[in-house]
C-alpha cells in the first residue's frame, strides 16, 4: 500500500491522501457513486475522516455517550463550536427522553450537564419544553431517525477541515487557480470560458492597437469622445461647438447620424442616459444641454444666469441629471428632465467644480475641485473628503462602482476605492501631462484597464 502522507506533484505541496479524498467527494457529488466505492476500496481512503463516520454511526443509533465522547475528543473543534455540538446532542437526547416518557433522566441531563455550556437562554427553552405537553407528542421510529438525520446535519455545519470537508471543495481550489491564471494574465479581456486543459494567457491581440477608421466631420479639435452604454453609438465633441451622435454599423464602422449644433462655445463634455435615450452636453464655460439621440432635437437647457456648467453625470434611472459649476460658490444641482431643480449643494464653502461623477447605484456624488475630491451621500448630504497633493484635472468612476480614478498635473493617475477605506491610493505614471485637461477612463472586462490620453500623442493602457 501506498504511503498516504507521501507527497505528489513536481513541487512537493499535495498529499496523497488529502488529494485523493477530495477526489471521492468530488466524484460522490457528481453521482458517480460506484466510481467513488471502487476509489475509496481501491486507495483505502474514505472521503469521510474516521471520527465522522464514527459520529455519523452513533449518532443516528442513538449512543449519546459515546457521541459526547467522540465531540470531547475532536483536537481540531474550537470550544465554541464544540459548546454548540454539545448542546445539540444534548437537546435531541432529551427530546427523546420526553419522547419515552423519562422526565426524570431528562431533568437529570438539564441539571447537571447542560448547564455547563454557558448557553443560559437555550437551557431555559429547553426547561420550558420539559414541561410542555406539546413538547411530549410520542414520535415513531422513523420520525425518531429522521430527527437525529437532522441532528446530525446540524452537526456537519459546526465541524472544521478534516474532520469534514467544505463541500465543493476540489472545485473550489480548481476555480481559485483559474482565477489566479487569469489575474496574472496580463493582456486578459474576455468572458469567454477559461479551458482546463492548458495554462491561461491571452495574447496581446486582446487589445486593440490598430488604427480602425478616421472621422473628419468635426472642424476642429475634438475634446472629448464617449459610447453609448449598448454600444450602438458614439458621441463627440469639439471646440468647433458641436457635438456629433456617430452610429455604430454591424461591420463596427462609424456613420455620422446627428450633428447637435445649437451651443455658442466649445463643447467640452458629452454624457450618455443610462438607458442611451438622450445625450447631455456641456458647452465650455456656458450651459448644458439636454438632447434627444434618435431625432437630434435640442429637448431643454440648463444652467445660464450667471450658472456656469463645468461637468454633468446622470443617475442611474435616467430621469435626473447633475452638473457642477466652475464659479466658487454656485456648487451642484440635480434636476429633472423638465428642469425642475431637486437638490442642490451650493454657498461659499462649495469650492469650483472640476468634474463630477454618479456611482452606479445612485447613491453617492463624487466631485472633484482643484485639489480636493469630496464624496456626497446622495440620500443624507454627509460628505468625505480626500486631499490630494496636486490639481485635479478629471474624474472616472468604474462600472462596478467600487473605484474611481483621478488624473493630476503631476502627470499621475490616482485609483481610490469608493468607500473610502484606502489609506492611499494606487498610482499609475508614463503619461505625459502639462498644459491640458488629460482624462483617463476604465475599460475592459470587468474594468481591469485603465486607459488615459498623453501630450505625446500616445494613448496609454495600465
Not at 11 to 31: D, M, N, P
Not at 115 to 142: Q, T, Y
Not at 210 to 221: A, D, R, S, Y
Not at 250 to 264: C, P
Request: charged share 20%.
Amino acid at each position: 500500500m501506498d504511503n498516504l502522507c507521501t507527497a505528489i506533484g513536481p513541487k512537493g505541496l499535495i498529499t496523497r491522501h488529502e488529494f485523493v479524498r477530495l477526489i471521492v467527494q468530488s466524484l460522490y457529488s457528481l453521482g458517480y457513486r460506484k466510481s467513488a466505492l471502487t476509489l475509496e476500496s481501491e486507495s483505502s481512503i474514505s472521503g469521510k475522516s474516521s471520527q465522522l463516520e464514527l459520529l455519523e454511526s452513533q449518532i443516528l443509533q442513538g449512543n449519546w455517550d459515546a457521541c459526547i465522547d467522540i465531540i470531547n475528543s475532536m483536537e481540531d473543534l474550537v470550544e465554541e463550536a464544540r459548546s454548540s455540538a454539545l448542546f445539540l446532542l444534548f437537546k435531541q437526547f432529551l427530546s427523546e427522553c420526553l419522547n419515552c416518557g423519562n422526565i426524570s433522566l431528562a431533568l437529570h441531563i438539564l441539571r447537571n450537564q447542560v448547564p455547563a455550556l454557558l448557553v443560559r437562554e437555550k437551557v431555559c427553552n429547553l426547561a420550558r419544553g420539559i414541561f410542555s405537553l406539546k413538547e411530549i407528542g410520542f414520535r415513531n421510529k422513523e420520525e425518531i431517525h429522521d430527527l437525529r438525520k437532522s441532528c446530525l446535519c446540524e452537526m456537519e455545519k459546526l465541524l472544521p477541515p478534516p474532520i469534514l470537508l467544505a463541500e465543493g471543495r476540489l472545485v473550489y481550489l480548481v476555480e481559485n487557480a483559474i482565477i489566479a491564471q487569469i489575474d496574472c494574465c496580463k493582456y486578459h479581456n474576455t468572458d469567454a470560458g477559461v479551458s482546463l486543459y492548458q495554462d491561461h494567457c491571452c495574447s496581446r491581440d486582446q487589445i486593440p492597437t490598430e488604427t480602425f477608421q478616421i472621422l473628419t466631420e468635426h472642424k476642429n479639435e475634438v475634446w472629448f469622445v464617449q459610447f453609448s452604454n449598448n454600444g450602438e453609438y458614439l458621441a463627440s465633441s469639439s471646440s468647433d461647438c458641436t457635438a456629433i451622435v456617430w452610429k455604430v454599423m454591424e461591420d463596427g464602422q462609424l456613420a455620422f447620424k446627428h450633428v447637435l449644433s445649437s451651443h455658442h462655445k466649445p463643447v467640452s463634455f458629452v454624457a450618455w442616459s443610462p438607458d442611451d435615450t438622450r445625450l447631455l452636453t456641456c458647452g465650455n464655460g456656458e450651459v448644458l444641454k439636454l438632447w434627444d439621440v434618435e431625432t437630434g432635437t435640442c429637448l431643454s437647457t440648463f444652467g445660464g444666469h450667471g450658472f456656469i456648467v463645468s461637468s454633468c453625470a446622470w443617475f442611474p434611472d435616467s430621469k435626473q441629471l447633475v452638473c457642477g459649476s466652475s464659479e466658487p460658490g454656485k456648487g451642484i444641482y440635480v434636476w429633472d428632465c423638465d428642469g425642475k431643480e431637486i437638490k442642490s449643494w451650493k454657498g461659499r464653502r462649495m469650492p469650483k467644480v472640476s468634474d463630477l461623477a454618479v456611482t452606479p447605484d445612485g447613491e453617492h456624488l463624487i466631485v472633484v475641485s482643484d485639489k480636493e475630491i469630496r464624496k456626497f451621500n446622495v440620500e443624507t448630504s454627509t460628505e468625505q473628503l480626500i486631499l490630494e497633493a496636486h490639481s485635479i484635472t478629471s474624474l472616472s468612476v468604474s462600472t462596478n462602482g467600487d473605484y474611481f480614478i483621478v488624473n493630476l498635473n503631476s502627470q499621475e493617475i490616482h485609483l481610490w476605492d469608493v468607500a473610502c477605506k484606502w489609506d492611499k491610493p494606487l498610482r499609475f505614471v508614463g503619461h505625459k501631462q502639462d498644459k491640458y485637461v488629460i482624462r483617463s477612463c476604465f475599460g475592459g472586462l470587468n474594468s481591469s484597464f485603465i486607459a488615459s490620453g498623453s501630450e505625446d500623442s500616445q494613448v496609454r493602457l495600465f
